[in-house]
């Protein structure tokens, strides 16, 4: 199986030379001009933040948070990857997927997101959001601000040895290695994803399911990943601990939040995490699979213990056309509050940002699928809202913050 793995690394360092050739000489933009509007009645505001005692250096408790803001508040629209220095971060960490040129293109955009711009509204229901191994902690900006916008205070994870990329504010940053990238590219892992892809009866597609769930380097990487978002709720839930852990900004931001509404977002392994951390976390209330393998047996064939949206492109469709997920979040026979939700135009990375960026043959490449740009964004926006304002009930409410102090009005 070893000649399987360098099968594999080979195809993929091959698929990535082409794609980043054809986005260097691409004569189209590789992203658009503008940047959408989040669809609700806020402003957004955002931070980035780092968690103190999360790991042994400031980037492994970075944090991202986007929140409804007050009209007018905050200064400049935040520059998709920030400043001059986040921006070479994240060009370093995406040179390999999208070319210097492309990561360069996307860091640039300016989003819709105020910087410390004041909060707006009391007692908003919270998503912790988990990106991709190998995403980044503003993979899912455009998602991330539509909640916002709307009322959700928003928290996005970096996962440290696992994001392409991370900028701390302090200035510290972190890359991922080469061999951070092949981290889970065991050979077990190679011959376990080719008996699902070779599978052509339910029972052969239930049994390579099963020993996915049993493969070392997934095992591994899904301890570390469930570990790193459980320390971030529990320092981020517990008031005294976001006075202890967050900078006085930032503290203040979330403790507008109303923390007993809690949803875990992710998209991919953050998926699958946000999932497996939901089953036994008893402070969270719903989660969100955006095209994630599912890890592990805690939710093979098993009720999920909250409200669960599963969203899943066209590469997650096996031979019998069901997904890679349609053995999880229910017992058999089970009538268990999961909705599911197939988009057969889309692949993997169509759930992030990256639907925006290039055209022709470099999107195929990039995986992003047949879907419009703008209208994959408006359906996971949508999906994931209306999901979430059901599942979080009492409705979004909000009230009203004086724009001077942050504090909820009287």
Do not use: K
């Not at 004569?27 to 103190?52: F, M, T």
């Not at 803001?69 to 997927?97: I, N």
């Not at 970096?158 to 701390?168: E, L, Q, S």
């Amino acid at each position: 199986m070893e000649l399987v793995r360098l099968i594999l690394l080979t195809r993929g360092a091959v698929v990535s030379a082409v794609r980043r050739a054809l986005l260097r000489s691409s004569r189209h933009p590789l992203v658009p001009e503008g940047w959408s509007d989040p669809v609700g009645d806020h402003a957004v505001g955002v931070r980035d933040a780092v968690i103190a005692d999360l790991g042994p250096d400031a980037t492994h408790g970075v944090i991202r948070v986007w929140y409804p803001a007050v009209a007018g508040a905050g200064g400049q629209p935040r520059a998709y990857s920030g400043d001059t220095r986040e921006q070479e971060t994240m060009v370093r960490g995406l040179r390999s997927l999208l070319s210097a040129r492309g990561a360069r293109a996307l860091g640039a955009r300016r989003t819709a997101s105020l910087p410390d711009a004041a909060i707006a509204v009391a007692d908003a229901p919270v998503v912790v959001f988990s990106h991709g191994f190998t995403g980044f902690v503003g993979q899912n900006t455009h998602l991330c601000e539509d909640l916002a916008s709307t009322g959700y205070v928003v928290v996005s994870v970096a996962y440290p040895g696992a994001a392409t990329a991370i900028a701390a504010p302090d200035g510290s940053a972190s890359v991922m290695t080469a061999a951070d990238r092949r981290r889970l590219l065991s050979a077990e892992f190679a011959r376990t994803m080719l008996a699902l892809l070779r599978a052509r009866s339910v029972d052969d597609e239930d049994a390579a399911l099963a020993r996915a769930a049993d493969v070392d380097s997934l095992d591994r990487e899904n301890a570390r990943w469930t570990g790193h978002l459980t320390a971030v709720l529990d320092a981020l839930v517990p008031a005294e601990e976001r006075a202890r852990r967050l900078d006085e900004r930032t503290a203040r931001v979330l403790d507008a939040a109303d923390w007993s509404r809690l949803a875990l977002v992710g998209m991919s392994f953050g998926g699958s995490t946000s999932a497996n951390v939901a089953q036994t976390d008893r402070r969270v209330a719903a989660a969100v699979n955006l095209d994630g393998l599912q890890q592990g047996e805690l939710l093979r064939l098993r009720d999920a213990r909250v409200p669960m949206l599963v969203m899943s492109s066209a590469g997650s469709v096996l031979h019998s056309g069901r997904t890679v997920t349609d053995l999880h979040y229910a017992a058999p026979g089970s009538s268990a509050g999961v909705r599911r939700v197939l988009v057969p135009e889309a692949r993997h990375y169509a759930f992030t940002d990256l639907v925006e960026v290039g055209a022709g043959p470099a999107r195929r490449l990039l995986g992003l699928g047949t879907i419009a740009p703008q209208r994959m964004l408006a359906l996971v926006s949508e999906t994931v809202r209306d999901f979430l304002s059901s599942a979080l009930r009492p409705a979004v409410a909000a009230g009203a913050l004086d724009a001077g102090t942050g504090e909820a009005g009287r």
